[in-house]
């Protein structure tokens, strides 16, 4: 499952504390704590299909924290999920019926096996999962977004270089191959490549 609950929060430094380590010179990089992007307090969030074990009150109210390793959802009951980024399909910044929000569509089969990847469109999206993070404080959206788009861009899909592997003779495609997308207007999503590019070239991605 792309979700995976769990009642602590994964470790994590600041990225102060990330920088005062590098500058350190640790004997092991690897050993550095994943870096907290954002954290949000007053978010509620809504999950569908819904969580085993996650109920509507443990949704009501929380904190988010965007950890470069895991998104991570803290209820105040104590209990919690986090979401593996390469999961993370589309996310958006939303204005739907729900209010102002982060609309993330999840692949649960990512975390699968070979064997027990989907074999026909109707078993594809019985694997996704949509999960919307509504913050009390609307104008913190646009932070959560950048972070979420920050951290993502750290997490490749995998699949995307094994596909490049095999299409190596095929340099060129015909455009009209791919498809135009025609989603709600309240809803504007972004493609990991797009953010990474703009981080890259020093340029900041409005989505709105």
């Known amino acids: 499952m792309a979700i995976t609950l769990i009642d602590t929060l994964p470790k994590f430094i600041s990225p102060e504390e990330h920088r005062n380590l590098v500058a350190s010179t640790p004997a092991s990089f690897s050993d550095i704590p994943p ?30 924290y965007v950890i470069e390793s895991h998104l991570v959802f ?9 979401v593996e980024y390469p999961a993370i399909t589309l996310h958006a ?3 739907g ?25 109707e078993e594809d999206v019985a694997d996704m999962r949509e999960l919307t993070i509504l913050p009390k404080e609307s104008s913190s959206l646009e932070s959560i977004f950048e972070a979420l788009s920050l951290c993502a861009s750290l997490h490749p899909d995998p ?26 207007i309240n809803e504007e999503f972004s493609e990991v490549g797009r953010v990474r590019s703009d981080f890259l070239n020093n340029s900041r991605f409005a989505p709105y």
């Not at 978010?43 to 988010?64: K, M, T, Y």
């Not at 209820?75 to 986090?82: C, D, I, L, M, Y």
Request: charged share 30%.
């Open 93 to 95: 910044i939303s204005r």
């Open 159 to 184: 699949g995307a270089e094994d596909e490049m592997d095999d299409d190596d003779d095929d340099a060129f495609v015909d455009a009209g191959e791919f498809e135009t997308f025609n989603g709600d």
């Open 74 to 82: 803290i209820s105040a009951t104590g209990r919690g999920f986090q």
């Open 35 to 64: 870096v907290l992007r954002h954290k949000e307090d007053n978010v509620s969030v809504s999950v569908d299909p819904a969580l085993d074990a996650f109920s509507a009150e443990d949704a009501a109210n929380g904190s988010l």
């Open 97 to 121: 019926e729900k209010g102002p929000s982060i609309y993330c569509q999840l692949d649960d089969s990512v975390s699968a096996t070979q064997d027990a990847q989907p074999q026909n469109e």
